[in-house]
C-alpha cells in the first residue's frame, strides 16, 4: 500500500478552488521534494508541480503546490471541465530506497 | 519533441516472462535517468524501478525485486524492463518516464502486461 495518503475524490464547480492534500512522513514528503502529477484514463500522466511548488513550463498558473512538515497539497484554481482527472503526488523515501506515489484523488468538476 | 513509446506487452501466462522494451527520441537518452512505473487496474499509479543515465546506479521497489530488472542501451536509445516469475498481480499498464525536473518528466503512452492462465 502507498506511504502517501490522499483523499479518494474532491469536487468543485467550474471556477472554485480545489485543494488535495497529500500526508506522508519523515522518511518521505518530510525530508524530500514533493511532484504532483495529472492523469487522464488512457492517457499519460502529466508533470504538474516539481520541487513542492513550480510549475514547469505550459502548465496554467492556476496550479499550485505548497508542503509544510510532512505533508504537502495541489490547489486548483479557477477550476475548469478539462481539469477533471486523477492526481497524485509523489515523492523520494528514504527508508524504502525508492519513490511512493499517493493513493491518488478523483477530481470531479461539477 | 520528447517521445517515449512503449513495446512488449501481452498476455502471459502466471510464472513466464516478458520483455518490455522503452524506445526513447527528441532528447540526449545518456543525460537522463529513466524509471517504470506501473497502474493495475482500478488501482494508482506504482513507482517500480529506477536506473541512472549511465546504468551504473539501478533501484527497485520491494514488490518487484529480485524478479524485474532494469537495463538501458544508450546507443540504441532503449530501455528494458526484464520480468520474470509473473503474478496475476502483476498485470497492469507498464510505463516508462523520463527525468528531468522531476523524477517523472515526460511519460510513455503505456504497454499492457496481462497475467492470466
Known amino acids: 500500500q502507498s506511504v502517501l495518503t490522499q483523499p479518494p475524490s474532491a469536487s468543485g464547480t467550474p471556477g472554485q478552488r480545489v485543494t488535495i492534500s497529500c500526508s506522508g512522513s519523515?522518511?518521505?514528503?518530510?525530508?524530500?521534494?514533493v511532484y504532483w502529477y495529472q492523469h487522464l484514463p488512457g492517457t499519460a500522466p502529466k508533470l504538474l508541480i516539481y520541487?513542492?511548488?513550480q510549475r514547469p513550463s505550459g502548465v496554467p498558473d492556476r496550479f499550485s503546490g505548497s508542503k509544510s512538515g510532512t505533508s504537502a497539497s495541489l490547489a486548483i484554481s479557477g477550476l475548469r471541465s478539462e481539469d477533471e482527472a486523477d492526481y497524485y503526488c509523489a515523492a523520494w523515501n528514504d527508508s524504502l530506497g525508492g519513490y511512493v506515489f499517493g493513493t491518488g484523488t478523483k477530481v470531479t468538476v461539477l | 519533441e520528447v517521445q517515449l513509446v512503449e513495446s512488449g506487452g501481452g498476455l502471459v501466462q502466471p510464472g513466464g516472462s516478458l520483455r518490455l522494451s522503452c524506445a526513447a527520441s527528441g532528447f540526449i537518452f545518456s543525460n537522463h535517468e529513466i524509471n517504470w512505473v506501473r497502474q493495475a487496474p482500478g488501482k494508482g499509479l506504482e513507482w517500480l524501478s529506477y536506473?541512472?543515465?549511465?546504468?551504473?546506479?539501478?533501484y527497485y521497489a520491494d514488490s518487484v525485486k529480485g524478479r524485474f530488472t532494469i537495463s538501458r542501451d544508450n546507443a540504441k536509445r532503449s530501455l528494458y524492463l526484464q520480468m520474470n516469475s509473473l503474478r496475476a498481480e502483476d498485470t497492469a499498464v507498464y510505463y516508462c518516464a523520463r527525468a528531468g525536473d522531476s523524477p517523472f518528466d515526460y511519460w510513455g503512452q503505456g504497454a499492457l502486461v496481462t497475467v492470466s492462465s
Open positions: 536506473i541512472s543515465g549511465s546504468g551504473g546506479t539501478i
Open positions: 519523515s522518511s518521505n514528503i518530510g525530508s524530500n521534494y
Open positions: 520541487n513542492n511548488n
